[in-house]
């Protein structure tokens, strides 16, 4: 299997970036809504890829890391 060394959401800017860990942060918002935002902001991200980010960023957090 092969590991992902970037992903889309790795190519945002800084601030849209931030924007979603934080949004990330709050269990209310779903990876869909995530996606139409991120839409809305002129990205096109898939929720999968808004879901592996989280995955990934959720690895970093507890020291763990995937693959």
């Not at 995955?55 to 890391?65: A, D, F, Q």
Request: hydrophobic fraction near 30%; include cysteine.
């Amino acid at each position: 299997r092969r590991t992902r060394i970037s992903s889309t959401i790795d190519k945002l800017p800084d601030d849209i970036k931030t924007e979603l860990d934080v949004r990330l942060a709050d269990t209310a918002n779903t990876y869909e809504e995530l996606s139409a935002w991120l839409k809305a902001e002129g990205y096109e991200i898939s929720k999968s890829a808004i879901g592996r980010y989280a995955i990934s960023r959720s690895h970093e957090e507890s020291g763990k890391y995937c693959c």
